[in-house]
T-cell receptor, first 112, second 113 residues
Framework: EPEVTQTPSHQVTQMGQEVILRCVPI?????FYWYRQILGQKVEFLVS????????KSEIFDDQFSVERPDGSNFTLKIRSTKLEDSAMYFC??????????FGPGTRLLVL | GENVEQHPSTLSVQEGDSAVIKCTYS??????FPWYKQELGKRPQLIID?????GEKKDQRIAVTLNKTAKHFSLHITETQPEDSAVYFC????????????FGTGTLLAVQP
């Protein structure tokens, strides 16, 4: 059964550095999402992406964040200048025209 | 605003007992309500979902009920087993075509053998 994949599984970075989190959504899916989960807290919506553009973003998704679908398979989240409070698990999700969203295994980001 | 409340935050039951987790949502336009199970350090996995045109859905030991008038939906797990132990999140679909999910705060279910 196809799954969403994410790399890296873990990322440690220094405050102020740029990070790029990568996702490969399920191949026939059309809608792509990034969520984050701070340790011990709920999953929070960051951004949705459809038809090669952002369709909605949350208050968390400020100017330091950007997303891109550079080719037909990858979907990336870039954090331009990381802050301590960006430390979290970042989940990519994708879906077809149906409602069900399928989540990737996540990237655990630690900002020191 | 967009909000999903979930209760209880922790739930401990004996193996074989039933567990019930309840959620309420704020936007009456929401029409899709999935439940995800998350084991420690793992991705959220969809276990059951319900659409607003249905009041109840069952899949083996798991059932979900929806009360659209009250904006409540609940997860019921019967004959609980130790492997049911995990964090369970309810979610509501907001945002029209965007289909973003707003999650509840999670319930840590512990099934004692």
């Amino acid at each position: 059964e196809p799954e969403v994949t994410q790399t890296p599984s873990h990322q440690v970075t220094q405050m102020g550095q740029e990070v790029i989190l990568r996702c490969v959504p399920i191949s026939n899916h059309l809608y792509f999402y990034w969520y984050r989960q701070i340790l011990g807290q709920k999953v929070e919506f960051l951004v949705s992406f459809y038809n090669n553009e952002i369709s909605e973003k949350s208050e968390i998704f400020d100017d330091q964040f950007s997303v891109e679908r550079p080719d037909g398979s990858n979907f990336t989240l870039k954090i331009r200048s990381t802050k301590l409070e960006d430390s979290a698990m970042y989940f990519c999700a994708s879906k077809s025209n149906q409602e069900t969203q399928y989540f990737g295994p996540g990237t655990r980001l630690l900002v020191l | 605003g967009e909000n999903v409340e979930q209760h209880p935050s922790t739930l401990s039951v004996q193996e074989g007992d039933s567990a019930v987790i309840k959620c309420t949502y704020s936007d009456s336009a929401s029409n899709y309500f999935p439940w995800y199970k998350q084991e420690l350090g793992k991705r959220p996995q969809l276990i059951i979902d319900i659409r607003s045109n249905v009041g109840e859905k069952k899949d083996q030991r798991i059932a979900v009920t929806l009360n659209k008038t009250a904006k409540h939906f609940s997860l019921h797990i019967t004959e609980t087993q130790p492997e049911d132990s995990a964090v369970y999140f309810c979610a509501a679909h907001y945002g029209g075509a965007t289909n973003k999910l707003i999650f509840g705060t999670g319930t840590l279910l512990a099934v004692q053998p």
